[in-house]
């Protein structure tokens, strides 16, 4: 399976994308020279940041994808570096003070066993944050799981499939640590036009339908959605669209 994941196509709505980021990362309390790890980290430029922003004496961010750790390269220094790797299976006991991740769980399955090793990966007092989509319900991803069913023949909306209820989340990171807050936020993005979701979800859902299919293939899926779409949300310019996305930090009892 080759790697699909275009840096510069994600980059294309970095302006919309950054700020529930910094909203999650003002979920931090202040903690002197902490180490975080950012799991998810794509092209590493926010990592970067964020470990500057939390004053981090030490920053790893992780990443499943090839192409954007290539990409992390030019943020890599003294205090931050990356490395490939798993989310799901991520697990280091009691080795840093922050665990952060912006919109990269959704990608796994069993949230509740993996906010748990998260959760183990935290020294005593270290802080959690995580932010998810929780968009499952808006027609641009009602159409990729219809269409995930005739090109993929499986489900395959990882945000319908994945994400839980804030609900839930909050009793499980209640069931794991203190000081639990959880939110649904929906932000508003003015995009040029309906069809601008299409550029959207190129740099992000429509990953893995590039990693599966033909070029040929592909193209045929990208002219499909960009109809069915239009015919649910109309041609409009501008485009509101609302993204809700669940907020959730937790502490590991000291």
């Known amino acids: 399976m080759s790697d699909a994941w275009d840096p510069e196509q994600y980059n294309r ?12 990362a003002d979920l931090i309390d202040g903690v002197r020279s902490p180490s975080v790890v950012d799991l998810g980290c794509g092209d590493g430029r926010l990592t970067q940041l964020l470990g500057r922003h939390v004053g981090a004496r030490s920053i790893l961010g992780v990443d499943a994808s090839p192409a ?9 220094d003294d205090v931050t570096r990356f490395e490939i790797g798993d989310l799901a299976t991520w697990h280091h006991p009691h080795s840093v003070d922050v665990v952060f991740a912006n919109a990269s769980l959704q990608w796994v399955g069993g949230h509740e066993g993996v906010l748990a090793h998260w959760m183990d990966s935290l020294a005593p007092g270290g802080q959690l944050a995580v932010q998810v989509p929780a968009n499952g319900d808006h027609p641009s991803h009602v159409v990729l799981g219809e269409l995930a069913e005739e090109f993929l023949g499986e489900p395959f909306d990882h945000v319908a499939r994945h994400v839980l209820a804030p609900e839930t989340y909050a009793q499980v990171l209640a069931g794991l640590g203190t000081s639990v807050r959880v939110s649904l936020r929906v932000y508003v993005h003015e995009l040029a036009s309906s069809e601008a979701l299409v550029e959207w979800l190129k ?13 040929e293939e592909y193209e045929g899926f990208l002219a499909i959605y960009r109809e069915r779409l239009l015919a649910r949300v109309g041609e409009q310019a ?17």
Do not use: C, N
């Open 13 to 24: 709505f970095a302006r919309e994308r950054e700020i529930p980021f910094w909203e999650l």
């Open 68 to 76: 954007m750790l290539d990409a992390a390269r030019a943020y890599a």
């Open 203 to 215: 740099g992000t859902a429509f990953s893995r339908f590039r990693e599966r299919l033909s070029r």
């Open 238 to 254: 501008p485009y509101l669209f609302t993204f809700k996305r669940i907020l959730m930090y937790a502490r590991r009892p000291a």
